[in-house]
C-alpha cells in the first residue's frame, strides 16, 4: 500500500501495484544490475542470492549470476516455478543466453514457457561484458515500463550460434539451385 496525498493534504491509502525488480545471483553482472535498478522507477529492488520463496506474478525476476553453472540452476529452478512473473530473464552474452533455452528446452520446459523467458535478457546490443550485459538488461526494463514489445522476444536463432551459423550460410551460398556445390575461389568443393 502506498500513500497517496488528496487535496489538503489528506492522505488516504490505496492499494497499488508495488513495482519489484528481484536480481538473483552474485556478481558483477548482479551489483551492476542492482546499481541500474535503483534509477528505474521500482518501488522495490532486492539483490538476492537465491529465488524469493514466493514469487509476486507481477514481478520482474532477472537472474544474473556469474557462475554460469548455478546461474543456469537459478533459471531452471524459475521456470518451473507454478507462476512465472511477468518478466522472468536470464542476464548473460548472447551465446550463453540461448545456450540456457537449449538447456530448459532439454528439460522438459514447455514452449509456451520459453517464449515468456528472456534469455538472453536485455536489448541486443552485443553486450559481453557484465557491465554490458546489465546495461543491455536495464534497457529492456526500461521498455518493459514503457509497455513497448520486449526486445529480446524473437530474437533470431542464427545469432546464437555465429561460429556455426555463419559457415552454414557460407556453404548454402555455395550450392547451386540443383543442389550440386560449386567451386570456390580456391578450387576446392564444398
Given amino acids: ?13 490505496h492499494a497499488m501495484a ?4 528481484y536480481i538473483v545471483g552474485s556478481g558483477e553482472t548482479a551489483e551492476r544490475l542492482a546499481e541500474l535498478g535503483g534509477a528505474l522507477a521500482y518501488d522495490e529492488v532486492h539483490l538476492r542470492n537465491d529465488l524469493p520463496d514466493l514469487i509476486d ?7 544474473a549470476e556469474d557462475d554460469v553453472t548455478r546461474g543456469r540452476a537459478l533459471m531452471l529452478e524459475l521456470a518451473r516455478a507454478a507462476v512465472l512473473p511477468t518478466y522472468a530473464a536470464y542476464a548473460a552474452p548472447h551465446r550463453e543466453g540461448w545456450k540456457m533455452l537449449l538447456a530448459l528446452a532439454a528439460s522438459g520446459i514447455p514452449k509456451e514457457r520459453l517464449d515468456a523467458i528472456a534469455a538472453p535478457a536485455g536489448v541486443a546490443v552485443g553486450a ?3 557491465a554490458e550485459v546489465a546495461i543491455a538488461t536495464a534497457a529492456e526494463l526500461v521498455a518493459l515500463r514503457r509497455e513497448l514489445p520486449r526486445p529480446s522476444a524473437g530474437l533470431p536463432v542464427a545469432g546464437a550460434l555465429r561460429g556455426a551459423s555463419r559457415r552454414a550460410r557460407v556453404v548454402s551460398r555455395r550450392r547451386r539451385t540443383d543442389g550440386s ?4 575461389r580456391g578450387g576446392d568443393k564444398c
Fill in 18 to 21: 508495488v513495482r519489484r525488480l
Fill in 1 to 13: 500500500m502506498n500513500a497517496v496525498t488528496h487535496g489538503r493534504g489528506c492522505a488516504s491509502l
Fill in 128 to 130: 559481453e561484458t557484465p
Fill in 181 to 184: 556445390p560449386t567451386r570456390d
Fill in 57 to 63: 506474478p507481477d514481478a520482474h525476476v532477472v537472474i
